[in-house]
């Protein structure tokens, strides 16, 4: 088969399309044909040489997939030969053929194509995991999503509307318009505007219930400021810098709290877990059309260094695809 290979790590063109070895199938695992992926700003970091795959998984980029299901592994169930589905990866979507443990598998709702669906599961699952499962958003509560227009932004967007909460967002203005449009309250300019004042503001005052944060140092202090009073931060990304200033005196005023995580490195377990509460929590509101994925662009994989390119200009709006013929 053929997947996107980086023989030197580097800037897009270090993404090479090359012939590699087909995967075969391990206890549990099935393996897919790919008719999509999608790419996630980590896969940026992985082809610099500064994420590497974790132990076992394809060393090829791509942490998401839709395709139809090719070979089964022993011991797996519940999934037929040529059934569509998309799936939650630890990599090697960027390729023609993967090989993915079944309880990273979800069925493609019904009301998205298959090719789009390859945009769902990572931001789905990152979403869902840590907005619901670890901070528990409540109906009426409100959500500071920090990066709007990115592909966890307008998911997050849409699950914290679609569960009732107020969503306030974070994005340079020629977003602003589609964002509100996908879902949000409030969309602040975070190279004019104060996001703590507009977020006080936005809240009489009170603060954000829920944070999710992608900058991780440079906005961890001013969202301390930002939160309301038993409010809970969940950072998930650090494109503002891997450290900051904590006010513990602020934070413990607030009773709030301060939780980061990230995905890919957990186990399979783990991720298995994730996947079923995304399928039973999420995929319902997919199939009801409450939420559906935001492509912005679509490219053969081939081209892939091209599809670098755009999501590191941040030019994108929600995700960008990589197809196979
Ligand atoms: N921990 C995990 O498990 C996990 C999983 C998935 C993703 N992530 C992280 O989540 C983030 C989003 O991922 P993605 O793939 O969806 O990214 P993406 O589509 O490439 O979007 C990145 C976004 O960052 C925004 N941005 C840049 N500077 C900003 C600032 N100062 N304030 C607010 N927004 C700013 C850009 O928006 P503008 O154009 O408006 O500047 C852009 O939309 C990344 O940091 C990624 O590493 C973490």
């Not at 030197?8 to 044909?33: K, N, R, S």
């Not at 309301?228 to 503002?240: C, D, K, P, S, W």
Request: negative net charge; hydrophobic residues 45%; glycine residues 12%.
């Amino acid at each position: 088969m053929k997947a996107i290979t980086i023989p030197e790590p580097g800037g897009p063109d270090a993404l090479v399309w090359a012939e590699v070895p087909d995967p075969t199938p391990g206890p549990g695992e099935v393996v897919i044909d790919v008719r999509a992926s999608a790419v996630n700003r980590a896969d940026l970091l992985q082809r610099q040489g500064y994420y590497p795959p974790p132990a076992g998984a394809p060393p090829y980029p791509g942490l998401e997939c839709a395709g139809v299901v090719s070979a089964l592994g022993p011991e797996v169930t519940g999934w037929e030969l040529g059934q569509p589905v998309c799936a939650l990866l630890s990599g090697g979507g960027y390729a023609e053929r993967v090989a993915v443990p079944a309880g990273q598998l979800l069925p493609v709702p019904e009301t998205v194509e298959l090719a789009d669906s390859a945009a769902l599961p990572e931001v789905a699952c990152t979403v869902w995991s840590n907005v619901v499962q670890l901070a528990r958003l409540g109906i009426g509560e409100t959500l500071l999503v920090h990066g709007g227009g990115s592909g966890i932004g307008t998911f997050a967007i849409q699950l914290g509307t679609a569960l009732g909460a107020t969503v306030l967002v974070t994005a340079r203005s020629n977003k602003h318009e589609r964002l509100r449009e996908l879902g949000a309250a409030l969309a602040v300019d975070y190279t004019t505007e104060d996001f703590v004042e507009a977020t006080k503001q936005a809240t009489e005052g009170r603060g954000a219930d829920v944070i999710l944060d992608i900058m991780g140092g440079s906005y961890l202090g001013r969202n301390v400021t930002a939160l309301a009073t038993g409010g809970r931060i969940v950072v998930i990304g650090l494109q503002g810098g891997r450290k900051g200033e904590l006010n513990l005196a602020e934070l413990l005023a607030k009773r709030g709290s301060v939780a980061a995580t990230a995905l890919r490195a957990r186990p399979t377990a783990e991720k298995a877990a994730i996947v079923r509460g995304v399928r039973e929590e999420v995929w319902p509101l997919i199939e009801s059309g409450a939420i559906r994925p935001i492509v912005h662009h679509r490219l053969p994989m081939s081209e892939a260094a091209e599809a670098h390119r755009l999501v590191d200009s941040s030019d994108h709006f929600g995700k960008v695809l990589l197809t196979v013929d």
